[in-house]
């Protein structure tokens, strides 16, 4: 699972940096199009509901998704992994 | 399914402002409602006037947004009219407990089956921040600019005394627990009301030193006293600290309901 | 159709009128001279499978039976003048969303709590204008036992067929007093359009009303009393949208007021005519008997709002109109609007009907 932030409802108030566990959201630098100040991710992949969801088979942890009052915070389905060629030239 | 199913997606986003903490309150109570696993067509939310009664309308389900404080009286109605639905009320702290304080006494004392969530941002933020009845002394807000002078309403003691069957408080820091208390809430035949205290950085936050978000919610988390914690102090003949908000499950009992499907 | 001979009171007549036309809620609050109609819904109500609930107001009342009237119950409540004052704010609120509900009010002398037990008509603007904004109501006015029942089961069905809270006028004589009725077994039924499957919930069709999406049948209908589209949606701030959501409001009823135009002309060709709606009503039937004057005609009006006006012009020999009314007059207002001859008001307050005397001298006295 991937971890998200839906910057089209995100009104930058950062209670996600406040109570996230593992701090993966941090405080953004520069507003966006809309002039919000959306937070960032650092290493999202240590989220404990992307890394085992689909283990466990149900929603882990998920207090960013429940605190975030304008509901932009959402995980989505990531692709598989595919294995693919790397062309290296000497 | 997930709670998030539950939304107008084309509605949202809503209009509460940045760092609003009733979003957070129907994260939470739609989440209990979806673990209950209710049909959408069964479930009707009512709402007063205020900032936390336009949560309906973000809810993809029959919805009542009514007029000032009167929001109880109508739930009344859908609920006595028709058993099998399920009512949830959303309310805030003006419309429960000043113009609608008299319905609110009369629900719980029917104890007719309804869950009531109070979103209490102990001020008036949609008319722009003016004192409401559980504005703690001292505080600023447009109406009180030397203090509040009044002595706040403690709503979980005025359900409880009126004879809801289910009462406990939380604030829109502790997202798990709040979840848990509705959805009991939910699962409880009679009157159940669970207050949630939330933050109002525009209204309240901006005019009483905090300055951000995230500085109320931590007031909120450091001032509050679990129930157990509290009793525990009063055993040991401790006293209690005037600015904590006692938080957990108050009241659970199960006096004879109104309302309640046969 | 076979009925039955009764001797009841006005307001027991009104319940079991209403009873009758399939109601199966009532929210109430208690007040003279309108509470017997409470007790009897009491009583008789939880044995037909309704639900009667005592409300802590009248407010909470009016609240009650709306969110009734939205999970599809046929809604009522019955009130005096202070209890209907409180009620204002969720009238206007049942007219924005199109509520159908009944209000039954047993009018008392005002203002304030003025005189309980004695009869009055001095609701009649408010029932019209008393919410703030502007919509449209329908208001009907009982000057019999017969017609408390007759006009509560009419009010049901025009409150569902035009979505809109709809009241009975009644005043204390009629409330209280008893006489013979005539039952009848069955009384006709209009049900709510109910809303098709894809639609708007708020979306008017030509006849201006739009279809009921009631609660628990999967319509997902947001209900709110601020300004809303077609999709139920809060759209405070469009100026057009305001504009056009109230202009339909009282356009829908306003357009179709000779639909549900109920009353009675007697001798069209005479030079005086009275005008009565309510109580004052039985006062003119006197003088009528007396008289019995071809040059005497009688305009009674049964739906006071919408105001038929058409049917004063079928006086065309008018020289005067004669308005007996248990206020200040009130309605005689309205019928000045109306015509371009002289409109002569009979008030009385203190609570008693007319007399037949004083009907007599004014009509002489505008010689």
């Known amino acids: 699972m991937k971890l998200a932030i839906d910057e089209t409802r995100c009104k930058g108030c950062n209670l996600c940096t406040k109570i996230c566990p593992y701090k993966i959201f941090k405080e953004g630098k520069k507003p966006n199009r809309k002039g919000t100040v959306v937070p960032e991710l650092d290493r999202p992949e240590r989220c404990t509901n992307c890394r085992l969801r689909n283990l466990y088979g149900r929603q882990l942890c998920g207090v960013c998704q429940l605190t975030c009052p304008d509901q932009a915070i959402h995980w989505t389905e990531e692709e598989p992994y595919e294995l693919h060629k790397v062309a290296i030239e000497y | 399914m997930s709670y ?6 084309d509605r949202l986003p809503h209009i509460y402002c940045a760092g609003c903490g009733n979003g ?21 939310f009512v709402s007063g006037i205020g900032c936390s009664s336009r949560a309906p309308g973000y809810i993809l389900t029959d919805s009542l947004h009514t007029t000032h404080g009167r929001a109880l009286a109508f739930a009344t109605g859908v609920k006595m009219a028709n058993p099998d639905l399920h ?3 959303f309310t805030g702290d003006g419309d429960l407990a000043a113009i609608g304080g008299n319905h609110f006494i009369h629900a719980c004392r029917r104890n007719i089956d309804l869950t009531v969530v109070c979103m209490n941002n102990q001020i008036y933020g949609m008319t722009g921040g003016q004192g409401s009845p559980t504005t703690p002394k001292g505080c600023l807000s447009s109406t009180t600019p030397y203090g509040c002078t009044e002595i706040p309403f403690d709503l979980c003691e005025l359900a409880t005394a009126a004879g809801a069957n289910y009462v406990s408080r939380w604030t829109s820091y502790h997202v798990k627990e709040l979840e848990k208390a509705v959805k009991v809430g939910l699962e409880t035949p009679g009157f159940s009301f ?22 109320h919610v931590e007031y909120l988390k450091v001032h509050s006293l679990l129930k157990a914690k509290r009793d525990r102090m009063l055993e040991a003949g401790e006293k209690i600290p005037e600015d904590m908000y006692v938080v957990g499950e108050l009241t659970k009992r199960s006096r004879p309901a109104m309302g309640v499907k046969p | 159709m076979t009925s039955r001979l009764e001797f009841w009171q006005g307001n027991t007549a009104c319940a079991e009128g209403a009873l009758a036309a399939g109601c199966n809620f009532f929210g109430g609050y208690p007040i003279t001279p309108s509470t017997e109609v409470a007790e009897h819904m009491a009583a008789k109500l939880p044995k037909k499978g309704g639900v009667f609930i005592q409300m802590e107001d009248e407010i909470a009342s009016m609240a009650s039976i709306i969110g009734a009237s939205w999970t599809g119950a046929r809604a009522m409540t019955a009130t005096s003048g202070p209890g209907f004052s409180l009620m204002m704010e969720n009238i206007g609120f049942a007219a924005m969303t199109e509520t159908p509900c009944v209000v039954v009010n047993v009018q008392r002398g005002g ?10 008509q001095g609701d009649m603007m408010q029932v019209r204008f008393g919410s703030h904004g502007d919509y449209a109501i329908i208001a009907l006015c009982p000057a019999s036992v017969q017609e408390m029942y007759e006009l509560t089961a009419k009010a049901f069905n025009l409150a569902d067929k035009y979505r809109v809270p709809v009241f009975l006028m009644a005043d204390e004589t009629v409330g209280h007093m008893r006489e013979k009725i005539l039952v009848p077994d069955k009384v006709e039924r209009v049900d709510r359009k109910p809303l098709a499957a894809d639609a708007l919930p708020f979306k008017a069709d030509a006849d201006l009303i739009p279809g009921f999406g009631q609660f628990g049948t999967g319509h997902h209908v947001h209900v709110t009393g601020l300004t809303h589209d077609e999709r139920g949606y809060p759209a405070t701030t469009n100026p057009k949208l305001h504009a056009d959501l109230v202009k339909r ?24 005519v009275f005008v009565a709606y309510g109580g004052p009503v039985r006062t003119v039937q006197q003088v009528m ?19 038929p006006e058409k049917a004063l012009a079928a006086f065309k020999n008018a020289q005067a109109f004669f308005v007996p009314e248990l206020n200040l007059g009130q309605m005689a207002r309205e019928i000045e609007r109306h015509v371009k001859v002289p409109v002569v008001s009979i008030p009385k307050l203190g609570g008693e009907l007319h007399t037949p005397a004083e009907l007599i001298a004014a009509l002489e006295a505008k010689r």
């Open chain 2, 4 to 9: 998030e199913d539950w939304f107008r997606q």
């Open chain 2, 24 to 44: 957070t309150i129907i994260n939470c109570t739609l989440a209990a409602v979806d673990e209950m696993g209710w049909k959408k067509e069964e479930t009707i």
């Open chain 2, 87 to 89: 009512v949830v009320v």
């Open chain 2, 194 to 215: 669970i207050e949630a205290l939330v933050q109002c950085p525009t209204a309240f936050g901006r005019r009483n030193k905090f300055r951000q978000v995230t500085d």
């Open chain 3, 111 to 120: 203002p304030s709590t003025g005189q309980p037990t004695m009869s009055a």
């Open chain 3, 249 to 272: 409001l009282v356009d829908k009823i306003e357009n179709a007021r000779y639909d549900m135009a109920d009353y009675d002309i007697i001798n069209p060709d005479a030079h005086k």
């Open chain 3, 289 to 307: 008997h007396d008289r019995k004057d071809k040059d005497i005609g009688f305009l009674r009006i049964r739906t006071v709002w919408p105001f």
